[in-house]
């Protein structure tokens, strides 16, 4: 995940493991919002072993949480009076009686070992059976390309997963699951590493073109780049070849699993994290945030692509990156492609900017295409980042170098919207959480706006009448980030009564078990789910 060293020696170990617990490297999971997010957490992160056995054992037997004393109760003691203190009990929507949104909830990073194996197995049956005590939907789990097709092409291995989903189906949940082709971890914070599979790095080692490249020639080994989409330098295989297979095979292994629906929904991963995004800000690199990042455009095979693209236009020689988009740590203002004004919105800047976000839209519809050949029957999603700083600004920079053309005078997210709406594919968008004012107290100068954005991209997705999905940023434990997400997801006087068709909580932890934050999880599920609650200041 993107994350500041500098801003990790300042945090507590607790604090950590509660970065460390967030899906890595999520678009604007930025080292500082990190940081501001921990510090309003209360209270230590707490190994629960035995305590998930017990506490699992008395939600089966009907028993409320608060009458055992079977989770750490070090935080009950002090932070209801400090929550009464501080954050007085106002008005709040009642949901009752709204339309139903299904809740997921995604598993813990290293529930599947590089192995193959499922890690303790026990303690995950315990935690699945306090979720279904919640009537959580789902869960949500990441199939990794590194450790299923870890050592030889066309070599796979599901065995844990096999075990993972039978477990979740004989407790009649469903599953989301993740295609993921992309790289797991390594950066500060991460608690799990999962590489890119063997053989493929080591291709990367004779031809460092298969990965993303910036300005400096600094290679991205978080993913492939989209560049050899359909070049055969995969052992005889396109990169869009080797996903199909990946792909075609988990459906043949898991057939039974489709069948009796107990797999819900498949997300395909179609960049750094598993989203569409270029990897414009890897931490690796030096990022940090609010920092515009940089155009990930340099490998040979993109570079070849843009210099056809000019030959095209008949202006060949804008066959070439820009030479004045700043670094990684710039500000839109500092750089002259991005300033007011700038080249960004020159003929050569807007050619530029058409190709390199079509390049995105090109890769994500070619990939899709294919998922609905291998998934044929099944909803399939795909996964957006919230970049938001910036936000306020003309160029919207750090949008641009992440490959979404939205600046200020032109919509970036509709033309996206649109190809997914050829493939029937839903929308997943994060940030759904966020508040615009959080932003703006921490780092002013990054000109964030989470809600317009979101409000954008919900927008457009709803235009493009496709589905629209959510998942948190950032760890929420608390109600007003849920009231935000449920004002989001279910728009108060919206006409023609539109709301998300699901929502995935990020993630599975000890924090989320504590008796006080489940106790507020449980009220959360129950007001997506148009339940009546007991909270009386509910109008």
């Known amino acids: 995940m993107a994350f500041n060293a500098c801003v990790a020696l300042s945090l507590t170990n607790s604090q950590l493991f509660l970065v460390s617990s967030m899906r890595v490297c999520s678009g604007f999971r930025s080292s500082v919002a990190c940081n501001l997010r921990c510090r309003r957490l209360k209270g230590d992160a707490v190994s629960i072993g035995s305590r998930f056995r017990n506490f699992g054992v008395a939600r089966a037997k009907g028993q409320k949480i608060e009458d055992h004393s079977l989770l750490d109760d070090s935080m009950d003691n002090t932070d ?316 919207h920079a750090a949008e641009l170098t992440a490959g979404f053309y939205n600046s200020s005078n032109r919509d970036g997210y509709a033309p996206i919207a649109a190809m997914l709406r050829k493939h029937g594919v839903a929308l997943n968008f994060t940030c759904f959480e966020m508040r615009t004012v959080d932003q703006f107290e921490g780092f002013p100068e990054a000109l964030a706006d989470p809600e317009g954005l979101v409000w954008q991209v919900l927008n457009a997705a709803w235009d493009a009448c496709i589905p629209l999905a959510s998942e948190n940023a950032l760890p929420c434990y608390d109600r007003e980030g849920y009231n935000k997400i449920l004002e989001n997801a279910k728009p108060l006087h919206n006409p023609d009564g539109r709301h998300l068709s699901v929502f995935t909580y990020l993630r599975l932890s000890p924090v989320l078990m504590e008796r006080h934050n489940f106790q507020e999880f449980e009220r959360f599920v129950k007001r997506m789910h148009g339940e009546a609650d007991s909270d009386s200041n509910a109008i």
């Open 80 to 395: 209801d009076e400090q929550v009464g203190d501080v954050r007085p009990k106002v008005p709040e929507r009642d949901f009752t009686g709204t339309a139903y949104v299904p809740v997921y909830v995604m598993l813990p990073l290293s529930v599947i070992d590089m192995n193959c194996e499922l890690v303790d197995p026990e303690d995950l049956l315990n935690q699945l059976r306090i979720l279904k005590s919640a009537n959580v939907d789902g869960v949500m789990i990441d199939c990794w390309w590194g450790i299923v097709e870890a050592h030889a092409p066309q070599v796979y291995n599901w065995s844990g997963y096999r075990r993972l989903f039978q477990m979740v189906r004989d407790l009649k949940l469903k599953l989301q699951v993740v295609m993921s082709f992309h790289e797991c971890g390594g950066n500060v914070g991460d608690d799990v590493h999962i590489p890119l599979p063997q053989w493929v790095t080591e291709i990367g080692e004779t031809n460092p073109d298969i990965y993303f490249t910036d300005r400096e020639e600094r290679r991205n080994t978080e993913c492939l780049t989209w560049g050899i989409d359909k070049e055969r330098v995969l052992k005889r295989r396109t990169a869009v070849e080797v996903y199909f297979d990946y792909m075609r095979s988990f459906r043949v292994e898991f057939d039974e699993f489709f069948q009796d629906g107990i797999i819900s929904e498949i997300e395909i991963g179609l960049g750094p994290c598993g989203e569409l995004r270029y990897p414009s800000y890897p931490a690796k690199h030096g990022w940090t945030y609010p920092g515009i990042g940089e155009f990930q455009c340099y490998d040979k095979y993109l570079m070849k692509s843009l210099s056809k693209a000019a030959e095209v236009r008949g202006h060949s020689f804008w066959g070439r990156g820009p030479e004045n988009a700043g670094s990684y740590n710039s500000a839109p203002h500092e750089i002259g492609f991005f300033r007011d004004g700038g080249d960004y919105d020159s003929y050569y800047g807007r050619f530029f900017l058409n190709w390199y976000s079509q390049v995105l839209i090109d890769h994500g519809d070619r990939v899709l295409a294919l998922a609905n050949l291998a998934f044929e029957g099944t909803g399939i999603s795909a996964k957006l980042s919230g970049i938001h700083w910036w936000y306020k600004t003309a160029s």
